[in-house]
């Protein structure tokens, strides 16, 4: 009979791990589910400086090298195609920020080609990368 009482008291003494298992679970699909994915322009630039830059959340983003290249997904993007991958993200997020990231050397007036096709679509928060001086 002690014997029965003492393997009742040793399962008594254990704790369940259940049901913080199931917490876990929860926390980790609600992180899932909520976190932004950002799709990186695929090329890495030197930003021009300024006075006034300021951090944004961004969801879209367009990158323009030194040689005046075009890049969005890791795709270098011809300056006729703009527009219809702008569409196509701007679908696919419709409450999301632009960024353009040019590169110091960049033209400028690929960065006016993009905001110029961001408008035609729709895209009303625009903003240009730069490097707080």
């Known amino acids: 009979?002690?014997?029965?009482?003492?393997?009742?008291?040793?399962?008594?003494?254990?704790?369940?791990?259940?049901?913080?298992?199931?917490?876990?679970?929860?926390?980790?699909?609600?992180?899932i589910v909520t976190a932004t994915f950002i799709k990186l322009p695929g090329v890495e630039v030197v930003k021009p400086e300024a006075v006034t830059a300021d951090f944004k959340a961004t969801s879209i983003l367009i990158a323009i090298d030194d040689s005046n290249a075009i890049w969005i997904d890791k795709q270098q993007v011809e300056d006729r195609l703009v527009k219809v991958t702008l569409e196509r993200l701007y679908a696919e997020n419709p409450k999301g920020w632009l960024v353009i990231q040019p590169d110091k050397e960049a033209n400028i007036e690929k960065v006016a080609l993009i905001a110029d096709a961001a408008r035609e679509v729709g895209i009303d928060k625009v903003s240009v990368a730069t490097e707080q001086s």
Do not use: N, Q, W, Y
């Open 1 to 31: 009979m002690s014997r029965k009482k003492t393997i009742a008291e040793e399962e008594g003494g254990a704790i369940d791990l259940t049901p913080m298992l199931d917490v876990v679970f929860i926390m980790l699909i609600f992180f």
